[in-house]
């Protein structure tokens, strides 16, 4: 028999299904990442990421132009130089790519909010976040090198650095030395709790950072740990980090979830390159609707607690307005 204490929300009511949703996507809490090279008039597409291209400092201000006129308001910038060598020189060199993207951004768009990627992977010739020494990544070596990375981004004029290596200590060390610098506003968006994980691997063609030999266990976490990822979280707020992040996102609600209720920070997740490409390959072969998948995961994403997601699904969600 049917109780008759059943709830009568009527779903098929359109109306009452929005009254009543829980969780609302806002487009304004995404952040479009971008891949910046060197050159002139350069547009290459990555194979591995359909819809993301590398694109040149020229091309970069023409996509971000027409991307704030579809509604994005803020960026996160990644740098591949021409470049690598075994120090990752290019990650803090002041006319580096990302400090000469960050500048002519912050120029024409002065209400953009401009975010960068602090790490070496990008720049280093074995593809390692860190200074390799005896074939492994040294810690502390690592901290002066991210300092001066984050610091070269502070003065070529973004908003917000984000560090994303995992060293350990680097939140702390970074704050003290932006403010020592004269940047005690400039807020730190830590990849507080980032996985060791494939689903990076898009990004790695994308970037070329693939690590030429080993792998990054050493210093990103194993998936079969939650319990880590609360410490991991909670030293970060503890050095001063003002937004937490944890990255991927799909394959990690449970642990968006966790540290969402064990730190008041604002959190961000990372919808990484690999969720992306899955729903983009399985788009393009007819095998699911692409707006239907980005919208779906993007949803559960905030529903696990997240307040802001970096998502390259970003400038199709506000082109086609699809929330
Ligand atoms: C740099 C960095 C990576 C990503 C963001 N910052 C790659 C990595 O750790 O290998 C991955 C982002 C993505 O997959 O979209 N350390």
Not at 28 to 34: E, G
Not at 86 to 112: C, M, N, T, W
Not at 209 to 217: E, H, L, M, Y
């Given at each position: 028999?049917?109780?008759?204490?059943?709830?009568?929300?009527?779903?098929?009511s359109?109306?009452?299904?929005d009254?009543?949703?829980?969780?609302v996507?806002?487009?304004?809490?995404l952040i479009?990442?971008?891949?910046?090279v060197?050159?002139?008039?350069?547009?290459?597409?990555?194979?591995?990421?359909?819809?993301?291209?590398?694109?040149?400092?020229?091309?970069?201000?023409?996509?971000?132009?027409s991307d704030m006129?579809?509604?994005?308001?803020?960026v996160?910038?990644f740098g591949?130089?021409?470049?690598?060598?075994?120090?990752g020189?290019?990650?803090y060199?002041?006319?580096?790519?990302?400090?000469?993207?960050?500048?002519?951004?912050k120029?024409?768009f002065?209400?953009l909010m401009?975010?960068?990627?602090?790490?070496?992977?990008?720049?280093?010739?074995?593809?390692?976040?860190?200074?390799?020494?005896?074939?492994?990544v040294?810690?502390?070596?690592?901290l002066?090198?991210?300092?001066?990375?984050?610091?070269s981004?502070?003065?070529?004029?973004?908003?917000?650095?984000?560090?994303?290596?995992m060293?350990?200590?680097?939140?702390?060390?970074i704050?003290?030395a932006?403010?020592?610098?004269?940047?005690?506003?400039?807020?730190?968006?830590?990849?507080?709790?980032?996985?060791?994980?494939?689903?990076?691997?898009?990004f790695?063609?994308?970037?070329?950072?693939?690590?030429?030999?080993g792998?990054?266990?050493?210093?990103?976490?194993?998936?079969?740990?939650?319990?880590?990822?609360?410490?991991?979280?909670l030293?970060?707020?503890?050095?001063?980090?003002?937004i937490?992040?944890?990255?991927?996102?799909?394959?990690?609600?449970?642990?968006?979830?966790a540290?969402?209720?064990?730190?008041?920070?604002?959190?961000?997740?990372y919808?990484?390159?690999?969720?992306?490409?899955?729903?983009k390959i399985m788009?393009a072969?007819?095998?699911?609707?692409?707006r239907?998948?980005?919208?779906?995961?993007?949803t559960?994403i905030?529903?696990?607690?997240?307040?802001?997601?970096?998502?390259?699904?970003?400038?199709d969600?506000?082109?086609?307005?699809?929330?």
């Amino acid at each position: 028999m049917e109780s008759p204490w059943r709830p009568r929300r009527n779903r098929s009511s359109r109306i009452i299904r929005d009254l009543t949703a829980e969780t609302v996507p806002d487009r304004k809490k995404l952040i479009m990442p971008y891949f910046v090279v060197e050159g002139r008039d350069k547009r290459e597409q990555i194979a591995s990421m359909p819809g993301i291209d590398r694109v040149c400092i020229d091309n970069l201000l023409k996509d971000v132009e027409s991307d704030m006129k579809a509604g994005i308001e803020s960026v996160l910038l990644f740098g591949i130089p021409a470049e690598k060598d075994d120090v990752g020189s290019g990650a803090y060199a002041e006319d580096g790519i990302v400090q000469r993207a960050v500048s002519s951004l912050k120029r024409e768009f002065p209400e953009l909010m401009v975010i960068t990627d602090v790490c070496l992977c990008e720049y280093t010739s074995h593809g390692h976040c860190g200074i390799v020494s005896n074939g492994t990544v040294a810690n502390d070596p690592t901290l002066e090198l991210l300092e001066k990375t984050a610091l070269s981004h502070a003065r070529a004029g973004c908003d917000m650095v984000a560090p994303s290596d995992m060293m350990d200590g680097r939140v702390g060390r970074i704050r003290q030395a932006l403010d020592a610098d004269g940047f005690e506003n400039l807020p730190i968006l830590s990849y507080a709790v980032k996985y060791s994980s494939a689903f990076y691997g898009p990004f790695r063609d994308a970037a070329g950072s693939a690590p030429q030999f080993g792998d990054r266990r050493a210093y990103q976490m194993d998936c079969r740990n939650a319990r880590e990822a609360l410490r991991e979280a909670l030293l970060d707020e503890e050095e001063g980090a003002d937004i937490l992040m944890v990255k991927p996102a799909l394959a990690y609600l449970d642990i968006i979830a966790a540290v969402r209720s064990a730190t008041d920070l604002p959190l961000c997740a990372y919808n990484v390159s690999g969720e992306y490409s899955m729903v983009k390959i399985m788009a393009a072969q007819g095998f699911g609707n692409e707006r239907a998948l980005a919208v779906e995961i993007l949803t559960s994403i905030f529903r696990a607690g997240a307040d802001m997601i970096i998502s390259y699904h970003t400038r199709d969600v506000c082109r086609e307005q699809w929330f």
